[in-house]
């Protein structure tokens, strides 16, 4: 399926100046959709949560949901954009069967947030991210591919259409072309993702799941030759539904344009579909004739125009914002600049938080969740908020941890047990048999049984070196098939052998 | 015929307070008359597309129980009514006069048809027009036309005109129509019944399937100007479901009846709109309009004339607006969810079943307004003509504004023309589309108008209709003048126009010879092998 060919990244930054774009879709989870009273909840029965005006019955007519609006603005004000003292909804006309009328309700050129900018941390350097415009609109149906070999539309025997998701209420927020990003650029996109993510999440405006597809990015990319200052032909990424598939996105289009251009040919504007599992894009369809979606303000609904009471208001509900709070909880916390910056890029700045509110100390909290969480994140390529651990699990384990029930080899196996949703901590331990042996008789035996078999360790030690108690440490952890505290077995052989 | 079928719907319902009808029998009375007169596609009036009789006895006997238990739900309880097929019916088809949606049943009622049946009136079921309301003779419609009662070789005018020509031949004392371009008033002139178009907001559009939403309207259609006071005190209102719909209490519609039906109109200033006149205005219905104008002067109205010089651009601007809203508001039609579904042979994409379905299930007039309106909004030719004809709106708006400085009410015929004959204009759009040239400028601003009948024109003995136009929420007024016209009137002819007309008393003995005037049914299916509806 790979038939690109790939320019080495380092010689695409050579020769190329990337600009990227992101189109940014987050599903609110208002209690109703956008435009009728039906209930917005995840997973529902197909076909479950429609009405005649979420499924475009013949004479139903939509009517806004203000809270949604309310959500598109403090959204709007969290990214420092302008609050259109008036706007419409205009719309989006084009045929698809997971579209109930066949036009998207969305807005076009009167969206209702404009012009503002996120600054974006990566690596110590502040990147400013200006943001063209934040939109409301309603999200379509999904469709399921039923046979065929690439559960795509085309060559599948059937298909079903779920309208549950049809009438969400969406907010797209769109970037102006990021520009001098250079090799940073995967970073740049991947950290602004994640920081517009925890921005969402801090507004309560969303479940802000990308799993789930509550929040989808589209990441635009184009190339241009180097040092010039114009933006080349650019590609549209759908879809791209995790932070490292983000980056990776990112990473793979600049290496395909890269060996494109470098080879003399010219990228063809279009649509590319992201797949996970390969870590590459493929052709969608083309976007050569910009598509004509014949805009126009939607007749059914009157203006939104939200007062600027309204709109101080909301300002007043915002939550800190991201850029002082990450100042503030590094000095809270401690953490040194690279710690701050890896628990940001990791995506867990939120759940360190959350956990640290949960009772574990700071370092804990960093030690789990970049060390054996991002990890696990990492090799099963799930996102780290996804792997069926709460920062309440965390904070749990490590209390076990603290009252030597369990030392840091064992918390893994209760981490283990987590993943494979076993129940709370404290029953994985007593499922697994995961305490540590504190039976002192049976520690002072395997210690003996220790110093008797490495006769020679023992004598070191005796004569003070006490650095090789580690060897035998090992050997009685062994022993107890890591069930001890090591601290405690140390304190048995120095006892035993001073 | 039961001379209780003649009376209007008022009368009706005091005698029906009075006890000395039964809403059954009244009901009974209307159902057989349509028995009688409607025939079907090939002949009669056809003003139905529906009856369901079954539905309106039994709304009928419930509304004999409330009116025996001394509490019926509203002054028009127990009286029937017909609905327009482009307003949502539970458990009635629903067909907006096209094949498209042949067999469609709502799973919900629209606003207005809730209104209806909550106060108890029996409903006698759906009335004919053209394709999504697109056309001003009802020949438009994909099952066969509607025929003018006052003779059947005659438009019934549209797009309402089963509604309106159900009125006419007695078939209901009351319908309820839409108006996009004057599709309640322009058939309420050819059949010599009374036609409203609220102010834009003032009714729900809710269940109402959209021709273009900024310009329709739904409103009353009856024989007197008290009949519809009652009607729209009835299904105006706000409704939340409605973004569009007006947050104001309804008028004081049947008092201002009341009044101008005590006759006098001193204080009033009336505007003759000087653009609505001249050539192509048939010179019976310009002399009607004239007497009628005269009375209002006798009622003691001042008449001034009025120029509203951006009118001429009205149809040109009405027929980018309405197709561009249309076009999109039809795209839902493409057989994925409901309605017909039309399988070409093969292994037909989603897109192949969508092309199939809406080329065999839109006629003709439908499908050139969805080409119109989907090229008025492509890009590179918007601005040209979707945004120069809001432009034009504004200019008629504004238009309005500076008339009603001047003047309490506009005036003019409702239509050029009596009624034409079936077939004549079916060829030529643009004569068709002239014939809404005094009706469209409302809609294009909003404003309340009504359609009274003011005589019959002497060239061909058929009903000319008189409009009046008044601002925004101003309804009121249109129910003043009205009835103070209608009062003259009908006391000039000694009894209601529609006595005047020929009786309908033998079916089908004037149709002969117009069956040319029908597609072949089915004839644009060929070449597809299946076609099923889906509730």
Not at chain 1, 26 to 52: D, R, Y
Not at chain 2, 200 to 211: C, I, P
Not at chain 2, 248 to 271: C, F, I, M, N, T
Request: aromatic content about 6%.
């Amino acid at each position: 399926m790979n038939t690109a060919n790939l320019l080495g990244f380092d010689e695409v930054l050579e020769r190329f100046d990337p600009a990227l774009g992101l189109e940014v879709h987050v599903e609110l989870h208002t209690a109703t959709k956008m435009f009728c009273g039906c209930p917005t909840t995840f997973g529902g029965e197909p076909n479950s949560q429609v009405c005649p005006v979420c499924l475009g019955l013949p004479g139903a007519m939509p009517a806004v949901n203000v809270k949604a609006v309310e959500s598109a603005i403090r959204i709007g004000l969290a990214l420092n954009c302008q609050i259109a003292e008036w706007c419409r909804f205009a719309r989006k006309n084009y045929f698809y069967p997971d579209m109930p009328k066949n036009f998207q309700t969305s807005q076009y050129d009167e969206p209702i947030c404009f012009d503002g900018y996120m600054d974006v941390d990566v690596d110590g350097e502040t990147f400013r991210v200006e943001i063209e415009r934040a939109h409301m609109e309603e999200d379509t149906g999904k469709s399921s591919h039923i046979g065929g070999a690439t559960g795509r539309i085309h060559g599948a025997d059937y298909s079903l259409v779920d309208y549950n998701r049809a009438g969400i209420p969406l907010i797209e927020i769109v970037t102006r072309p990021i520009t001098g990003a250079g090799d940073k650029a995967p970073a740049v996109a991947r950290a602004y993702v994640a920081q517009l993510r925890d921005l969402i999440v801090a507004l309560d405006v969303s479940d802000a799941r990308m799993d789930q597809g509550s929040i989808r990015a589209d990441v635009n990319l184009s190339l241009a030759p180097k040092g010039q200052d114009t933006l080349g032909t650019r590609t549209e990424t759908k879809n791209v539904n995790s932070l490292r598939s983000v980056e990776r996105a990112v990473r793979f289009e600049m290496q395909r344009h890269g060996a494109i251009l470098a080879d003399g040919g010219s990228i063809l504007q279009e649509t590319r579909h992201w797949h996970e599992d390969t870590g590459i894009t493929t052709s969608g369809r083309e976007k050569s004739d910009a598509e004509d979606y014949r805009y126009f303000p939607e007749p059914d609904l009157v203006p939104v125009a939200p007062s600027r009471e309204w709109v101080e208001e909301l300002r007043g509900t915002l939550p800190e914002n991201p850029t002082v709070k990450r100042a503030r909880l590094q000095a809270e916390w401690g953490f040194s600049d690279l710690e701050m910056r890896d628990t940001v890029g990791a995506g867990a700045l939120l759940l360190v938080e959350a956990t640290i509110a949960a009772g574990a100390s700071a370092q804990s909290a960093r030690k789990w969740w970049l060390g054996e969480l991002a990890r696990r994140a990492n090799d099963t390529d799930t996102s780290i908020d996804a792997l069926g651990v709460t920062p309440a699990d965390v904070a749990a384990v490590q209390q076990l941890v603290d009252a030597k029930t369990i030392n840091d080899k064992l918390a893994r196996k209760v981490f283990e047990g987590l993943y494979a949703g076993e129940g709370t901590p404290a029953e994985i331990v007593e499922k697994r048999g995961l305490a540590v042996v504190s039976d002192e008789g049976a520690l002072s035996t395997a210690v003996d049984v220790a110093i008797a078999a490495n006769p020679d360790i023992a004598d070191k030690i005796r004569d003070g070196k006490v650095a090789a108690a580690g060897a035998l440490i090992g050997a009685v952890m062994k022993e107890m098939r890591g069930q001890a505290d090591a601290g405690r077995v140390r304190e048995l052989i120095l006892e035993k052998l001073s | 015929m039961n001379d209780l079928i003649k009376k209007s719907a008022a009368e009706l319902a005091e005698l029906l307070a009075a006890g000395e009808i039964t809403s059954v029998e009244l009901t009974q009375a209307h159902l057989d008359r349509i028995a009688e007169v409607d025939g079907d596609a090939d002949s009669g009036v056809h003003a139905f597309l529906h009856v369901d009789a079954d539905g309106a006895l039994a709304q009928a006997r419930a509304s004999d129980a409330r009116r025996g238990a001394g509490q019926p739900a509203h002054r028009l309880d127990g009286v029937p009514i017909a609905v327009k097929d482009v307003l949502a019916t539970t458990g009635l088809p629903t067909t907006c006069g096209s094949k498209i949606l042949q067999g469609w049943v709502p799973p919900y009622d629209a606003t207005v048809v809730a209104k209806v049946k909550a106060a108890g009136l029996p409903i006698l079921g759906k009335t004919n027009m053209d394709e999504f309301a697109m056309g001003s003779s009802t020949e438009h419609s994909g099952y066969g036309p509607t025929r003018n009662p006052w003779d059947l070789t005659r438009i019934p005018g549209g797009s309402g005109g089963g509604s309106a020509a159900a009125v006419a031949s007695y078939e209901a004392p009351l319908a309820l129509g839409t108006d996009t371009g004057g599709s309640i008033r322009q058939p309420g002139a050819v059949t010599g019944t009374v036609g409203v178009k609220p102010t834009y907001g003032g009714v729900s559009r809710y269940g109402l399937v959209a021709l273009a939403n900024s310009l329709d309207q739904v409103g009353p259609v009856t024989r007197t100007v008290l009949d519809s006071a009652v009607l729209h005190e009835l299904i105006g209102g706000h409704d939340r479901r409605d973004s569009t719909s007006i947050d104001q209490p309804v008028g004081a519609y049947v008092q201002a009846a009341e009044q101008g039906a005590a006759g006098d109109l001193s204080g009033l200033k009336v505007g003759v709109i000087s653009e609505l006149a001249g050539d192509g205005w048939q010179p019976g219905v310009m002399s009607r309009f004239d007497e009628s104008v005269q009375l209002l002067v006798e009622a003691g109205a001042e008449v001034v004339e009025v120029s509203c010089p951006n009118f001429v651009h009205a149809l040109a601007a009405y027929y980018l607006i309405l197709p561009a809203e249309a076009s999109s508001n039809l795209a839902k039609f493409d057989a994925m969810r409901y309605g017909l579904r039309v399988t070409p042979e093969g292994n037909p994409s989603a897109e192949d079943v969508m092309r199939a379905t809406r080329d065999a299930g839109f006629g003709d007039e439908v499908k050139r307004r969805i080409i119109i309106g989907t090229y008025a909004l492509s890009s590179g030719y918007y601005d040209a003509y979707y945004g120069q004809a809001q432009r034009v709106r504004t200019l008629i708006a504004r238009d309005f504004a500076a008339a009603f400085e001047q003047v309490d009410v506009l005036v003019s015929p409702t239509a050029p023309t009596t009624a034409f004959k079936l077939g004549e204009k079916l060829d030529d759009p643009m004569a068709m589309y002239m014939n809404d040239l005094a009706t469209i400028p409302a809609n294009l601003a909003g404003v309340p108008g009504i359609s009274v009948p003011s005589g019959l024109a002497d060239e061909d003995g058929l009903p000319a209709g008189f409009q009046v136009l008044a601002p925004v929420l101003a309804d009121d007024r249109l129910y003043r003048v009205g009835a103070a016209l209608e009062a003259r009137l009908v006391k000039a002819w000694g009894g209601p126009l529609l006595d005047r007309a020929p009786g309908l008393d033998t079916p089908g003995s004037s149709l002969a010879g117009h069956s040319t005037t029908e597609a072949a049914p089915g004839s644009s299916l060929a070449g597809h092998s299946t076609t099923e509806e889906m509730a």
